[in-house]
């Protein structure tokens, strides 16, 4: 076992099984096993099983849309790791790192549509105070013609990344070393 957390995690070397499968589809499809692979190794079916239900959410809303919502909670959450993977994954989409920089500064005045701007508020609301979630706050989102079932996927994204970001933070997940161009660019805005 590898102590690069902090808990005891099991290494590349020492995986067997499902662990091993899953670690050499990460290598494969990644080209490196993530550290938030690493954070579930002692429960595989776990990383397995939020690997599916995230899937299973993701695939309901365009790719811009499930990364601002996210990138949105992962501000309020204040991880790091998830600001970096996620900003990556815009900066891969064709979002300049200058365009992700104004979103993490004030994406109220980012250049964002209205709709995309209140998915964010929704979903950091989600993140800050979800039991003060009111009608008000989806009947904002209806009238941007957002559909019931949207306004579920939203939902879903934001308190998903909860889920992953507070497991991260609480057990030292520091972000991979493929974010480190990226957060060299935007130190100045991430959290400790």
């Not at 995690?9 to 050499?24: G, Q």
């Not at 365009?99 to 709709?115: E, H, M, P, V």
Request: proline content about 2%.
């Amino acid at each position: 076992m590898e102590k690069i957390m902090f808990i005891q995690t099991v290494s590349e070397s020492e995986a067997e099984d499902k662990l091993r499968e899953i670690y050499e589809g990460d290598r494969k499809s990644m080209g490196y096993v993530p550290n938030h692979a690493k954070v579930f190794s002692l429960r595989p079916e776990v990383l397995e099983a939020w690997r599916a239900f995230q899937g299973s959410i993701r695939k309901n809303l365009r790719l811009r849309r499930h990364e601002l919502v996210t990138l949105a909670a992962a501000m309020a959450l204040k991880c790091r790791y998830c600001i970096l993977a996620h900003g990556t994954i815009f900066t891969k989409n064709g979002i300049s790192v200058d365009q992700l920089r104004l979103i993490l500064t004030n994406f109220k005045d980012a250049g964002l549509d209205n709709t995309e701007v209140a998915m964010m508020e929704f979903a950091q609301k989600i993140i800050r105070k979800a039991n003060e979630i009111t009608q008000t706050d989806v009947d904002t989102l209806r009238a941007l013609n957002l559909e019931d079932v949207e306004i579920l996927d939203i939902t879903l994204t934001a308190t998903m990344r909860s889920f992953a970001s507070k497991t991260f933070d609480a057990l030292g997940a520091e972000p991979d070393a493929v974010y480190d161009e990226l957060e060299h660019e935007l130190t100045d805005l991430l959290p400790e």
